[in-house]
């Protein structure tokens, strides 16, 4: 029963992230919301992980975690490098290159 | 003989309760102690009019804080105003959970183990627990809407994550040595004078000197001192909350210092101890007391640093943390790892 | 299981909060629950070790960097929804749903054969020890290449934050 219903969770963050994603304009949010969809996938990896007894599944969530961090890392660097030149951390003012 | 959910319950609500009763305890007696031996430091009393030798004082606090105006100032965010003080208090009595009090005694015809929680991941638990600590601190300094109290939060904050990082690592040499993540077998590995503190001296500072800066205290004290930040990221708070926040630094105190005696010092082993000698009660008891008269000794160690040591400035204690006991913490794991590689550990 | 039921919708409830509310500091909190009930399934999932590395790592440095951010930037004026994005707000909460039946579809159908499970529990199941001899072992190259890709990302990080000295 456990591993029919956490995938379905795991979908249903995925989802709402996937919205935040295209909804907000802060670019914190953002980055957020995507942290959310990652850790839905966490979630189906660690389902999966226990209904086939399998510890590859560990590793995968361990790899994902580690790239999280490294991007979230640097996703909120570049945040603060806009944030000084721009005074906004809103996607819609970094509009520089747009034709 | 499978025991009763009952004789389970039970058990596990006499644990709790003397595992809180004890941390509580000692939050309060920590403030008697702390006046008295900043007295003796300084060439002074400390107070002694209230009750015998001034033994009554942590009460008379308590009335005073209870007694209080609770303000809650209007241009302050309310939800995480009123949560921060929880949220720094509840994960440091959560830490002291999984720490072992003694040897597994045998009552009732099973064993029972002196901890709440024998958790197969105990270290990291800790780590865990004092990693949402930072929150806490974070939270109070934002929501207080004011200058000072955010500097004083995010300061803390860094100090925290910084000093956690070498706290972190320099566990790993005391995890390698035991092979075991369990905190009941890194004590039961040091039996004898086979004492952690003897054989990873390196690790043992830098844990003490992170220990201190992860609970606010001694020389880095710098987010919440007086002449500094008007009082950090506590100003805008009064009366029982502002005595949580001061509750919750003891109680951070007690789990660093029973850590410290559980990781390094041998926890409840008393060296010498003859169990042939004497009745299993009687070897508990002693072993219990050793715990006990181990980590008093450490929140001595606390208070004697504090009153002794000068504060340290904010870029002093990050360069602290980043450059000297991050690769001192580095250099423990490198000579831990040789030394089991040669057989020597 | 009452407790699992509880805990998911504690997860959706926060995650709806993380994109719906407007102040980003009430957001991050709310991920940081999210994170947390994550955390709890790991632990019901027989993962006790990733249980304890999400609260330590997620929860406890990544959010904290979060809120590190939201802090400098002094984060506190409310956004509003500009209404020439309707359109594009629209097509997102459509999309939401048929992403959510789209994905559970393709779950659903992996071809569930009704054979048992494929054995039982192995005796270091989710700890440490299990981990670690799979990253060492079997997958070396990429552990080895995630530091470096921590590396690289430390670096940047820092490049990227510092201030030009004029």
Known sequence: MITSFLPLVAAVLFAIGAIGVLIRRNAIVILMCIELMLNAVNLTFASYAYELRSMAGHVFIFFVMTVAAAEAAVGLGIVIAVFRKRQSADVDDVNLMRW | MEPSILSLVIEALLKVAFVIGLVMGGVTYMTWVERRVAGIIQDRLGPNRVGFAGLLQPIADGLKFLFKEDIIPPHVYKPFYILAPTLIFVPSLLGSTVIPFGDSIHLFGRDIQLQVANLNVGILFIFAMSAMGVYGIALAGWSSNNKFSLMGGLRSSAQLISYELAMGLSVVGVLMVTGSLRLNEVVESQSGFHWNAFTQPIGLLCFVVAAFAETNRAPFDLPECESELVAGYHTEYSSMKFAMFMMAEYANMITAAALMVTLYFGGWQVPGLSKAALSPLAVSLIQVGAFLFKTAFFLFLFVWVRWTLPRFRFDQLMDLGWKALFPLALLQIFITAFCILRGWL | ?166
């Open chain 3, 1 to 166: 299981m009452l407790v699992i039921n509880l805990i998911a919708f504690v997860a959706i409830f926060s995650a709806l909060m993380v994109v719906f509310h407007r102040s980003p500091m009430v957001s991050v909190v709310f991920l940081i629950v999210n994170l947390v009930c994550i955390a709890l399934f790991f632990l019901f999932l027989h993962a006790q070790f990733l249980f304890a590395i999400q609260i330590i790592v997620y929860a406890g440095a990544i959010m904290v960097l979060f809120v590190f951010v939201v802090m400098l930037l002094n984060l506190r004026k409310e956004e509003e929804l500009l209404p020439g994005w309707r359109v594009q707000r629209a097509l997102a909460y459509l999309g939401g749903p048929l992403l959510v039946g789209a994905l559970w579809t393709a779950l659903w159908r992996r071809g569930r054969s009704s054979e048992a499970f494929p054995g039982s529990f192995g005796s270091g199941f989710g700890t440490a020890e299990d981990i670690g001899q799979l990253l060492f072992n079997d997958y070396l190259f990429q552990f080895e290449a995630a530091s470096v890709l921590l590396v690289v990302a430390m670096i940047g990080a820092v490049v990227l934050a510092r201030r030009k000295e004029s």
